[in-house]
């Protein structure tokens, strides 16, 4: 699997848009990009993925660049049970998902 | 989403003894299921991948005869720390993939499960 790259840290005011960067320069073209979350003591949480073009549901949206070598995970308008630590993994769809450090999200009031 | 399970919890146990842990995807079959563990202030860390009907596949560094993995059915995965230690304390996760040709791609985690070995 291509391995990722985050800041090891962010901060984000409640009710702002939360921009999570992800470098992801090696990946091939049948790996996906997907972020879960994981909130202290719990399972990772799925948020989204992509693989080519923009995604967006109702928790998230997903920014790919055209040249797929990055992304960006957006939470449109933070709140406070959105701190936590954010994955960025690249990976074909059926295999195990390789957990990198990921960013841990502070969201202050 | 799809739901997966863990049971229990929480366990604590006594050096020497076994736990097993169970993983139970509870709205979709799940050919392959996944079990991670994950030490404190570290990120998950694969441990075996388990599949239907076969044997799993151990991570390099994975003891098999520790940690015995059995996926019996396409919903259940178990997996079995026996002889635990102290080290083998952890937080274990699993995680199961709905079939390729599902509305799914993505795969779903369990709750988790704290294991302490005393």
């Known amino acids: 699997d291509a391995k990722t790259t985050q800041p090891p840290s962010m901060d984000c005011a409640e009710g702002r848009a939360a921009n999570l960067p992800c470098n992801h320069s090696?990946?091939?073209?049948?790996?996906?990009v997907y972020w879960y979350r994981q909130i202290h003591s719990q399972g990772p949480q799925y948020i989204i993925h992509?693989?080519?073009n923009n995604e967006t549901n109702e928790m998230a949206s997903l920014i790919i660049t055209e040249d797929r070598k990055s992304s960006t995970l957006i939470l449109p308008h933070a709140t406070l049970r959105d701190t936590a630590v954010y994955y960025c993994i690249v990976s074909d769809s059926g295999y195990a998902l390789n957990f990198g450090k990921g960013t841990s999200l502070l969201v202050t009031p | 989403g799809a739901v997966v399970s863990q049971h229990p919890s929480r366990v604590i146990c006594k050096s020497g003894t076994s736990v097993k842990i169970e993983c139970r995807s509870l709205d979709f079959q799940a050919t392959t299921m996944f079990w991670y563990r994950q030490f404190p202030k570290q990120s998950l860390m694969l441990m075996a991948t388990?599949?239907?009907?076969?044997?799993?596949?151990?991570e390099q560094g994975v003891e098999k005869d520790k940690f015995l993995i059995n996926h019996a059915s396409l919903t259940l995965s178990t997996l079995t720390v026996t002889s635990a230690h102290p080290e083998d304390s952890s937080f274990y996760i699993c995680?199961?993939?709905?079939?390729?040709?599902?509305?799914?791609?993505?795969?779903?985690f369990g709750p988790g499960t704290r294991l302490t070995v005393l």
């Open positions: 995680s199961a993939r709905p079939p390729s040709g599902s509305s799914y791609n993505e795969q779903f």
């Open positions: 992509g693989l080519k």
């Open positions: 090696t990946i091939s073209g049948n790996e996906y």
């Open positions: 388990s599949n239907e009907g076969s044997k799993a596949t151990y």
